[in-house]
């Protein structure tokens, strides 16, 4: 647990202007992997990877967060294979910012008539056979 809070500690968010005239604001969010400005655009990273360029471009174009797919990367790399490589951010060699989601759309939209909703929900892709023991 400690470990969780020291974490969470690195983690702030500014408003740093408020319009008068709606709910719009500036603001930074500072995260152990740098700053991210928003309102700011978030390319998908949907397996960890963007379809258009590469992750170093999409840095050197000052692009401060991305965002990956917790279901997609459970399927595919799968979480052994990023974890032997260290994490999300080493697996895709970037030091940015990262969110994920919970992959909650795709068990609850994507995949009607293959869930099996025990103790844990269980994944099976389409097409394959890979299924995760938990999510």
Sequence with gaps: ?????????????????????????????ETPHGIVETPG??????NASLKSIDI???????CQLMFCNTYHLVLQPGTDIVEKMGG???FMNRKGALITDSGGFQIFS???????????????GAGDKKRPSRV
């Design 88 to 90: 999300l951010h080493r």
């Design 56 to 62: 170093c471009t999409a840095d050197e174009l000052g």
């Design 1 to 29: 647990r400690k470990q969780r809070r020291s974490r969470m500690s690195k983690f702030s968010f500014k408003i740093l202007k408020q319009s008068s005239r709606s709910r719009a604001r500036l603001g930074i969010i």
């Design 41 to 46: 655009f978030v390319p998908v990273a949907t």
């Design 110 to 124: 994507m995949l009607a008539g293959q869930l099996e909703l025990e103790k844990n929900v269980g994944l099976k």
